[in-house]
């Protein structure tokens, strides 16, 4: 089976097993959906989700029959994936952030730098950019104005030269 990385699990929140996730999708309700299946860790065990909520830029999220601090703590710092079969499948054009991530960025045939995240934004999602020549991080729209081309099977994004883009 298929995964994609949907969230990272930050930190426990109160005593009833909530967990604090930073989020990797831009489809969180339908991702942590109740009653749904997602996976945690590399070993990805399977978690049906009782319950998830928005708190301060994260989410808050527990699950069936492990609502105690005590049953949940130990999964801090894991990575939280759905399986690829319950995901319907995506545009021509629409990626997911886990894609994305590790991608080497080009300007004109050169490489510049590396994908860090992708980052939410209220109209568009962004690109945030590791730059090779200043080791500085960039934030790039995630639009086609600026995105020229996405190559995952070459690991490699274009991005158009623009002064103080990158």
Same mark, same amino acid.
């Given at each position: 089976?298929?995964?994609?990385?949907?969230?990272?699990?930050?930190?426990?929140?109160?005593?009833?097993?909530?967990?604090?996730?930073?989020?990797?999708?831009?489809?969180?309700?339908?991702?942590?959906?109740?009653?749904?299946?997602?996976?945690?860790?590399?070993?990805?065990? +399977?978690?049906?989700?009782? =319950?998830?909520?928005?708190?301060?830029?994260?989410?808050?999220?527990?699950?069936?029959?492990?609502?105690?601090?005590?049953l949940?703590?130990?999964?801090?710092?894991?990575?939280?994936?759905?399986?690829?079969?319950?995901?319907? +499948?995506?545009?021509?054009?629409?990626?997911?952030?886990?894609?994305?991530r590790?991608?080497?960025?080009?300007?004109e045939?050169?490489?510049?730098?590396?994908?860090l995240?992708?980052?939410?934004?209220?109209?568009? =999602?962004?690109?945030?950019?590791?730059?090779?020549?200043?080791?500085?991080?960039?934030?790039? +729209?995630?639009?086609?104005?600026?995105?020229? =081309?996405?190559?995952?099977?070459?690991?490699?994004?274009?991005?158009?030269?623009?002064?103080?883009?990158?």
């Amino acid at each position: 089976m298929e995964y994609v990385n949907i969230g990272k699990i930050v930190n426990t929140f109160g005593i009833r097993g909530e967990l604090k996730v930073a989020s990797n999708t831009d489809f969180v309700d339908e991702r942590f959906k109740k009653g749904s299946t997602v996976y945690i860790g590399e070993e990805h065990i +399977p978690f049906t989700v009782a =319950n998830h909520r928005e708190h301060k830029g994260f989410l808050l999220v527990s699950f069936k029959d492990r609502e105690d601090i005590n049953l949940v703590e130990k999964y801090k710092n894991m990575m939280i994936y759905k399986s690829k079969d319950d995901i319907k +499948p995506l545009k021509k054009g629409e990626y997911y952030f886990s894609d994305l991530r590790d991608l080497d960025v080009y300007v004109e045939g050169v490489r510049v730098g590396k994908v860090l995240l992708v980052e939410e934004g209220i109209k568009h =999602n962004y690109l945030r950019i590791l730059k090779d020549e200043d080791h500085k991080e960039h934030l790039v +729209p995630f639009l086609d104005v600026f995105v020229k =081309n996405v190559d995952l099977e070459e690991k490699r994004i274009d991005i158009v030269k623009m002064e103080g883009l990158l």
